[in-house]
């Protein structure tokens, strides 16, 4: 359930189309929206910041729609996780993400090691996995919601899980972590 | 029980967990960027309580000048006699008349109607989140 600061300051934008309250919710989830975006796309910092300007828009545009049955932060992550899929399909036409150099190139500038590392192993996996595998270990989401977010059944959640682990262990083992 | 790659991912990703985003203007670029629905919306909902207005001050002079009120009586109790009318030949034919009802039908009313129907909400509104 949405917690009470985030209902009554979504009542107060969906209502009275306070944007200060607004403003107040975007402080608030910036960080994780950002950085779920981040992960998705490798560490391209410019590209993480237009989605999640998109997603916010997004939500302000359809706040009303908020019903306040689970938190604002899932019905906010998973107005992300539509933002970059379409991003994703839009992108997919002109030429595949998996092999995008640029992308690659943006992910190893400026980070540290462990950041690198994280964004290497991440471009092991398939999107849905990558996604899957962020919400519950970066974002501390449990498999129940990472299926609300995500629209993927559970049992599919849990499969993603799966494999996306095993390819990640495997490429961090490769790579003298662990050992 | 959480297995040795379970133990190995954790400790990479805790330190990605803990990460946080320096707000660093974003707010203040997603705040600029907020489409200006206010103005436009109250616009609309002004317009359209005008129209109301117009359209019920025309219905009520409508309703004067060509003397509504017998008409509607007349409605009102042309309705009701209709009604008698309705109820009195179903009492009178209702025990001569023998409908064969299908068990089967019956059950399958119920269950959509006990069933079907509020999944069907629950899925419109769990969709919504």
Known sequence: MASISDIALVTQVAVFHNKQAFDQLVRK??????????????????????????????????????????????????????????????????????????????????????????????????????????????????????????????????????????????????????? | MEDKNDILLKQFFEEAAKQTIEDNGFTERVMMNLPETDMAESRVRRLSHLWTLFCLVIGLVVFWLTSGWPIIEGAISGGKQMLINAIEVFLITAPTTEISINPWVVVLLLGFVLVFLPYQTIRKLSATL
Not at chain 1, 72 to 96: C, E, G, H, P
Request: charged fraction near 25%; aromatic fraction near 10%; include cysteine.
């Open chain 1, 29 to 179: 989830y910036q960080s994780p929206v950002r950085r779920f975006f981040l992960n998705q796309t490798l560490g391209d910092e410019q590209l993480s910041d237009d989605l999640a300007q998109e997603t916010f828009i997004k939500a302000y545009m359809n706040i009303s729609k908020f019903r306040g049955m689970s938190s604002f932060s899932t019905w906010l992550m998973r107005i992300a996780y539509n933002v970059y899929y379409d991003d994703l399909r839009a992108r997919k036409q002109t030429y595949d993400i998996e092999d995008s150099s640029a992308v690659r190139q943006s992910a190893n500038t400026g980070d540290s090691n462990i950041k690198m590392d994280i964004h290497a192993a991440m471009a092991l996996l398939k999107p849905d996995e990558r996604t899957c595998i962020t919400l519950q270990l970066i974002d501390g989401y449990p498999i129940d919601q990472i299926s609300k977010i995500t629209g993927i059944a559970e049992n599919t959640v849990k499969s993603h899980l799966k494999r996306g682990k095993d390819k990640m262990a495997n490429y961090l083992k490769e790579n003298g972590y662990g050992g």
